[in-house]
């Protein structure tokens, strides 16, 4: 059959596996990165040509310029697909879809995978439970909606590209005071309701409408004397027979479906609130999830979603039937955190369950697998435990890594 050729772009250092299983299904494979990514170790191997873009500012790119480049590429390559491989690219590809007539997500259901404010909209018409919330375009609008749901509020950008990161408000001074410094910058983000509780991230494959691969997982807290100093991220699978995981497996496929998803790889957050054990809908994105997830998943289901992924995009472009293999049913966690020494002795963590040491600069990343769920919270608190104790090397802000 024919090859194909397959364009991938990202603005950050990832989807090593994608590209290599692209070229070994017989496709040519084109990366457009960014500059200071050229020293990076990317699948070389499977990468036919190289084409990097400067950045006006992290991870952004002059979309007039991309559209120029690729309308030289194109006068002597014709790309069947553009794949955005991180969150940040997913604009990049939909407009460049757009521009050349090229098969895939256009710039109207992109909006739904990385506009948060497009995505509430979007849900809450399709009766999916979210924060109470509300855009920031009218001055009015934004009194009525501080005097209808308490405080606090969360203000938060409807996309990351924004210079500014998220921000919990506590009173409706705070919230003029805030709005006002955004100056220019004020549409670019949205205010909703702040509900405590367990948040969950759901990481899935969509083939012809249909989800045909999900696994859920549960951000987790690092035990409380270590959770203070911050700096420690963690997360663990569900089993498939919980009533987590049916729920969430139910309220994903409704909102892949809602949201005009067609197939690819998505990563999706729920909230399940601490008062009322209702779920919420936090956000999605049409990408795999960052943070080592894809580990974590393969660990616990034997599926790495970067080939399947690129699997599905080699069926849809050879009009040949897909099929996913049955997933394992084992339990996985993962831990990540910064830490003092460039590479860590990993001596120490060595176990039966301790699956893979992710190699990461200055960073400890483990992730672990068993039958017993129990026996994996307990490996993870024991692990974040001393990696407080004799690792941990700074104090950063109590945020999970971009997922």
């Known amino acids: 059959m024919k090859e194909k050729i397959i364009v991938c772009i ?11 299983e692209m070229q070994k299904l017989g ?6 990165t960014s500059e200071n990514l050229k020293d990076k170790n990317w699948p070389w191997h499977a990468i036919e040509e190289t084409f990097y873009m400067p950045e006006t500012k992290p991870s952004v790119w002059n979309l007039d310029h991309l559209v120029q480049g690729f ?22 590809a939909a407009l460049v879809r757009e521009t050349f007539r ?6 109207t259901t992109h909006r739904y995978f990385r506009d948060k404010l497009a995505m509430r909209q979007k849900a809450e018409q399709s009766a999916i439970e979210v924060p109470e919330f509300t855009a920031v375009f ?6 009525d909606f501080t005097q209808r749901v308490p405080a606090p509020w969360v203000l938060k950008p ?16 705070e919230l003029w005071e805030a709005l006002n410094a955004l100056g220019d910058e004020r549409h670019l983000f949205l205010l909703e309701s702040f509900k405590p509780g367990d948040v969950y991230h759901v990481d899935s494959l969509t083939y012809n409408n249909s989800t045909v691969f999900t696994s859920a997982s549960q951000y987790l807290a690092p035990p409380m004397q270590v959770s203070h100093e911050g700096g420690v991220f963690m997360t663990k699978t569900l089993g498939k027979d919980s009533v987590d995981f049916k729920d969430l497996n139910h309220l994903n496929s409704l909102l892949l479906k809602t949201f005009g998803l067609k197939n690819g790889a998505t990563h999706t957050e729920f909230i399940k609130g601490k008062e009322d054990g209702k779920w919420y809908f936090l956000e999605t994105s049409s990408r795999v999830g960052g943070a080592h997830i894809p580990d974590l998943v393969e660990a616990a289901t034997h599926i790495n979603i970067w080939r399947e992924w690129a699997r599905i995009e080699d069926a849809l472009l050879k009009n040949k039937e897909y099929k996913i293999a049955d997933p394992a049913g084992h339990y996985a966690g993962l831990i990540i955190a910064l830490i003092k020494d460039q590479n860590p002795d990993y001596r120490d963590f060595e176990s039966e369950e301790a699956v893979k040491f992710l190699p990461i600069d200055h960073h400890i990343g483990i992730v672990y697998r068993s039958d017993d769920p129990d026996i994996i919270q307990e490996k993870l608190n024991n692990a974040a435990v001393r990696i407080q104790a004799e690792m941990l090397s700074i104090l950063p ?7």
């Open 27 to 32: 496709n040519r494979v084109i990366l457009i």
């Open 10 to 20: 990202s603005c950050y250092y990832k989807g090593y596996d994608f590209m290599d």
């Open 158 to 173: 409807r996309s990351e590209a924004s210079a500014s990161g998220i921000r919990k408000i506590r009173s409706e001074n």
């Open 102 to 107: 090229i098969p895939g997500m256009g710039q």
């Open 397 to 403: 802000p109590k945020t999970k890594p971009t997922s």
């Open 71 to 92: 309308s030289y590429l194109m006068q002597t390559r014709k790309a069947d697909a553009v794949v955005a491989l991180d969150d940040y690219d997913v604009e990049k």
């Open 138 to 143: 009218n001055n009015d609008e934004i009194h």
